[in-house]
Antibody, heavy 118, light 111 residues
Framework: QVQLQESGPGLVKVSETLSLTCTVSGTSIKSYYWTWIRQPPGKGLEWIAYIYYSGSTKSNPSLRSRVTISVDTSNNHFSLKLNSVAAADTAVYYC????????????WGQGTLVTVSS | QSALTQPASVSGSPGQSITISCTGTSSDVGSYDLVSWYQHHPGKAPKLIIYEVTKRPSGVSNRFSGSKSGNTASLTISGLQAEDESDYYCCSYAGSNIYVLFGGGTKLTVL
């Protein structure tokens, strides 16, 4: 059974860098695309970026200048870095597996709340 | 680009049917048959219930069905059960630049 688990600090200071890791189990990270999605409190979901195991990436134009997504095939995990964070980046961050052809997110993590505070 | 528009809440009694709409534009929902729906119980991982407008993943009840007309996609849940009470989100491909948009979510209450 495919499982994803987000990990990382729950509190980040304004202007610093948010760093999260998604550990994948039950399947190899190879041959799939993997993505980050977030949900600010009281708001809808927002796609952040995706990555292929080969390292090919695509990110949301509104976040592109601040986002770095990477993959570690040896440890079967992928990561997100979002720099220069502000209060508006406070959200529950989810990692998921994505079929980029059908734009389908078939397995998700439970999410992790990251609060940006001064 | 704005998120897709969903009603904030819908409700229904056990056994009834409900429909949740997801309205986009001719640049997203209206142009591609790449709409998916997710069920999300707070604190748990979201679950894919419909993809490519009408398709159901293996293991998803046939009480869930999807459709699309013009710029609006819809999720219908028939034979409502207490366990269906959850948040539901739609998602649509929006072209190679934007890539994907999500709806704001709909809270389903089973009365």
């Amino acid at each position: 059974q495919v499982q994803l688990q987000e990990s990382g600090p729950g509190l980040v200071k304004v202007s610093e860098t948010l760093s999260l890791t998604c550990t994948v189990s039950g399947t190899s990270i190879k041959s799939y695309y993997w993505t980050w999605i977030r949900q600010p409190p009281g708001k809808g979901l927002e796609w952040i970026a995706y990555i292929y195991y080969s390292g090919s990436t695509k990110s949301n134009p509104s976040l592109r200048s601040r986002v770095t997504i990477s993959v570690d095939t040896s440890n079967n995990h992928f990561s997100l870095k979002l720099n220069s964070v502000a209060a508006a980046d406070t959200a529950v961050y989810y990692c998921a597996r994505v079929d980029v052809n059908t734009v389908t997110y078939d397995f998700w993590g439970q999410g992790t709340l990251v609060t940006v505070s001064s | 680009q704005s998120a897709l528009t969903q009603p904030a809440s819908v409700s229904g009694s056990p056994g009834q049917s409900i429909t949740i709409s997801c309205t986009g534009t001719s640049s997203d929902v209206g142009s591609y048959d790449l709409v998916s729906w997710y069920q999300h119980h707070p604190g748990k991982a979201p679950k894919l219930i419909i993809y490519e407008v009408t398709k159901r993943p293996s293991g998803v009840s046939n009480r869930f069905s999807g459709s699309k007309s013009g710029n609006t996609a819809s999720l219908t849940i028939s034979g409502l059960q207490a366990e269906d009470e959850s948040d539901y989100y739609c998602c649509s491909y929006a072209g190679s630049n934007i890539y994907v948009l999500f709806g704001g979510g709909t809270k389903l209450t089973v009365l």
